[in-house]
Nanobody
Framework: QVQLAESGGGLVQAGDSLRLSCALSGRTFSYYAMGWFRQCPGKERECVGGIRRSGSNTYYADSVKGRFTISRDNAKNTVYLQMHSLKPEDTAVYYC????????????????WGQGTQVTVSS
C-alpha cells in the first residue's frame, strides 16, 4: 500500500521561503507522477502543480508560477515543493498526491494522498 508523508510546513513571514517534502513508501516511486495541492478552510482544494515520473516536465498553477518549484529525487523516493516569496494567501494545508503511471495532469487521477502539512504565512 502506498503511503505519503509530507513534512516541512510551518509559520513564516510574507516574503520568506519554505521547502516541503513528501516521501512515498510502499511502492516504486518512479512509477508515480506526483502532485502538490493545497486547501484553505472553507475553500475547495486547489492544484498547485505536478511533476512527471521522470521529472522531465513540471506544471504549475498561475497563482504560484515563478515562485514555486516542484522537483523530485527518485533515489530518495521524495518530491519537493520549494516555495519562494510567500504571501499570506499561500496559507493552507498542503498535500502531496501520487498518480500511478500517469502524467499527473488530471487531479481526478491522483489515487493516493498524504495527510497534509500546514503552511501559515503571516503578513
Amino acid at each position: 500500500q502506498v503511503q505519503l508523508a509530507e513534512s516541512g510546513g510551518g509559520l513564516v513571514q510574507a516574503g520568506d521561503s519554505l521547502r516541503l517534502s513528501c516521501a512515498l513508501s510502499g511502492r516504486t516511486f518512479s512509477y508515480y507522477a506526483m502532485g502538490w495541492f493545497r486547501q484553505c478552510p472553507g475553500k475547495e482544494r486547489e492544484c498547485v502543480g505536478g511533476i512527471r515520473r521522470s521529472g522531465s516536465n513540471t506544471y504549475y498553477a498561475d497563482s504560484v508560477k515563478g515562485r514555486f518549484t516542484i522537483s523530485r529525487d527518485n533515489a530518495k523516493n521524495t518530491v519537493y515543493l520549494q516555495m519562494h516569496s510567500l504571501k499570506p494567501e499561500d496559507t493552507a494545508v498542503y498535500y502531496c498526491a501520487a498518480d500511478y503511471m500517469g502524467d499527473g495532469s488530471r487531479s481526478r487521477n491522483y489515487e493516493y494522498w498524504g495527510q497534509g502539512t500546514q503552511v501559515t504565512v503571516s503578513s
